[in-house]
């Protein structure tokens, strides 16, 4: 990707790749944290595999989303073994627009009455 | 499950995926199966402490799944790659089939329907009905089927399948923008096997309409 890559040209992203979006965008975070936040933040209903993680892992260094971090948040109580990962300018003005596109959505859903029934939905 | 017990379940369910980790590509292994096998072993842990060894149980049975989709995603993705780095390999690979079934097509036109008079027989050796050999099958065969293999040569390095299972299985398939170079041959390749199937309809058009009983 260069760094003239448009984040809309790469959506829609796959849930699994916002999924991880998300999870990173607060702090930098390693394989099984990440699939932690997801479920966590989802309240269980998501909950990512080995596979599919990496996989979008893989997909998205390729696509300079994110990034390989150095730096580990504390390395005294971390094992050294894992890998951090943290998002790249690049994967967060993608997050952002595909957050923009998703609130689009929801707006047309509410504007044709579709969320009235939705719990935590006004 | 007791701490002990606990622990040596998890390590051992994390040696065993390693072996499930076969089904992935190699270049995939290498870059994160030690990830992955880390991680399985945090999630067999965390499983055996929440719900015991059916956690375990129920762990390895959506990781089989899981792990039969996304290896064979994988692979796709790592057969595409392939295919887009030996792209030219395979353009000119579908430039000799469509050559040879075209200069067929095309002598057979001059030959027969415009009544050429050919210095050479360009079907000698082929058409020996009577006697047909695999070598002469096989020769008719890539005439006729030249086309198509052409044009899946020419799409396959833009092509871009997954399989997905978000509630039920399905491949999606999508494209890949190609060249100008790549559609024309695309489109040769199709005119030219469109250009078979009238000339099989004509030639055969009496049979296939019943008229005529023994075909």
């Known amino acids: 990707m260069t760094p003239m890559t448009q984040p809309e040209s790469m959506l829609p992203l796959t849930p699994a790749v916002f999924h991880i979006l998300l999870a990173l965008c607060d702090q930098e975070r390693h394989g099984y944290g990440i699939m932690q936040e997801v479920a966590h933040s989802t309240a269980g209903e998501v909950r990512l595999g080995p596979g599919t993680l990496y996989g979008s892992i893989k997909r998205m260094l390729a696509a300079d989303l994110i990034e390989e971090s150095a730096e580990r948040p504390d390395p005294e109580l971390d094992d050294q073994r894992r890998r951090y990962y943290r998002l790249t300018d690049l994967g967060q003005r993608v997050a952002r627009a595909e957050a923009g596109r998703l609130a ?13 029934n939705v719990r935590g939905v006004t | 499950v007791n701490a002990f017990s606990g622990r040596r379940a998890a390590a051992c369910s994390a040696r065993l995926y390693e072996w499930l980790l076969l089904l992935y590509p190699a270049s995939f292994r290498r870059d ?50 392939d295919m887009q780095a030996r792209q030219r390999i395979a353009t000119l690979i579908g ?14 036109v001059l030959k027969y329907n415009l009544g050429v008079q050919l210095p050479f027989d360009p079907f000698a050796g082929l058409t020996d009905s009577a006697s047909p050999t695999l070598w002469i099958i096989a020769w008719n065969g890539l005439i006729i089927l030249g086309p198509v293999l052409a044009f899946a040569l020419f799409l396959l390095p833009s092509l871009k399948m997954k399989f997905d299972f978000a509630g039920d299985e399905r491949i999606t398939v999508s494209f890949r923008k190609g060249s100008r170079l790549g559609l024309i041959l695309m489109g040769a390749s199709l ?19 019943g008229e005529q009983l023994s075909c």
């Open chain 1, 104 to 116: 689009n959505l929801v707006q047309r859903a509410q504007a044709k009455q579709l969320l009235l």
């Open chain 2, 32 to 81: 994160f199966g030690r990830d992955m096998a880390h991680l399985f072993g945090d999630l067999s842990r965390d499983a055996l402490q929440q719900r015991g060894y059916l956690g375990l149980l129920l762990l390895w049975q959506a990781t089989f799944k899981e792990a039969a989709v996304t290896a064979f995603n994988e692979h796709l993705s790592e057969w595409r790659k």
């Open chain 2, 95 to 108: 430039l000799v089939f469509l050559i040879y079934s075209g200069s067929f097509a095309a002598l057979n």
């Open chain 2, 191 to 209: 005119l030219l096997f469109g250009l078979f199937c009238l000339y099989f309809i004509g030639e055969n058009f009496a049979c296939l309409t």
